[in-house]
């Protein structure tokens, strides 16, 4: 069991349930009557949300591995699972069941808000985690594009499905606005994930060019890769201190916050990547960089203290 949460990378998938939470219960519910917020989804209705998204998910970490073994076994030998504890029969079964559960309960959701044709966002994130593990991982950038979208889609999920469906004549200004901040909360997680994935490559180049993949590092060299990575890095930067700039100035509370725990966690990745050399320093900015996405998006939880 252990080994089972451990391939579906039960962190991971923890980490995209409080998001989907925040978004819920600290960006749309507290707004319901000082401005008109009005949710699609029951609470169980939003529960299963948050169950599809994870089987999905965890569906692509299952699949990603299975494809991965001959690289895991030079970049990660000490952590590799299918192949060891679990067989690449099971896990394929698992893989399958994931989906399926996954893209079932999305079908069942969309007929219940009487939006059928959302419904293909659960199948098309399903059929790219596989198409970017059997495939166009191997594709220069193409497979850190598709990861970092489907991380994006993860978080705009809860806004097309309990904000669109409820849009009226009278809220649309509303819906749409709190969608919009959504949308910028995707928007962040798109950059950061992405500049992750290059970075990930970097701290992989070994494996991957043993097992042929075409990887930035790989077809530019590691250098290269990281000068490339750095300039990347000082897009959500700049980005975060402008969005602050501009919409949170008055805010003091999430101003400092973010100063504390975003912009100044990424001022120190662009440091540590103008430097980075070893395998060990990338590992570390990957780590950085995840614990960034993770206190960017946890500042949901200060907007019912603030829009009053």
């Not at 206190?295 to 200060?302: K, Y």
Request: hydrophobic share 55%.
């Amino acid at each position: 069991m252990i080994q089972f949460f451990k391939l579906i990378r039960w962190q991971n998938l923890m980490m995209i349930a409080l998001v989907q939470i925040l978004i819920r219960y600290a960006l749309l519910l507290p707004f319901y009557e000082s401005h008109g917020v009005v949710n699609a989804l029951t609470p169980l209705a939003f529960c299963l949300l948050v169950i599809a998204t994870l089987c999905i998910a965890a569906g692509g970490y299952v699949i990603n591995d299975i494809y991965d073994i001959e690289a895991d076994k030079i970049n990660k030998a000490h952590s590799v699972i299918v192949g060891h504890t679990i067989s690449e029969k099971t896990a394929l079964i698992i893989f399958i069941v994931l989906n399926v559960v996954g893209v079932g309960i999305g079908y069942y959701l969309s007929n219940g808000i009487d939006k059928s044709g959302y419904f293909v966002l659960f199948f098309i994130a399903s059929a790219l985690l596989y198409i970017y593990s059997s495939y166009l991982k191997q594709v220069l950038l193409a497979g850190n594009l598709i990861i970092s979208f489907i991380v994006a889609l993860s978080i705009l999920l809860v806004g097309i499905f309990e904000l669109l469906p409820a849009i009226t004549d009278s809220n649309r200004p509303v819906q749409i606005f709190f969608f919009k901040l959504i949308l910028d909360y995707a928007t962040f997680a798109f950059m950061i994930n992405f500049i992750r994935e290059i970075v990930k490559d970097i701290e992989d180049i070994d494996g991957d060019y043993k097992v042929g993949m075409q990887t930035l590092p790989i077809m530019l060299g590691r250098d290269r890769s990281t000068k490339i990575a750095f300039v990347l890095s000082l897009i959500p930067l700049f980005a975060v201190v402008y969005y602050v700039i501009n919409n949170l100035f008055k805010q003091q509370l999430l101003v400092g916050y973010f100063l504390i725990f975003v912009i100044a966690p990424l001022i120190y990745i662009t440091i540590k990547l103008f430097s980075a050399e070893h395998k060990s320093h990338f590992s570390h900015i990957s780590l950085i960089l995840k614990l960034v996405m993770l206190t960017g998006m946890l500042s949901m939880a200060f907007y019912p203290y603030i829009l009053k």
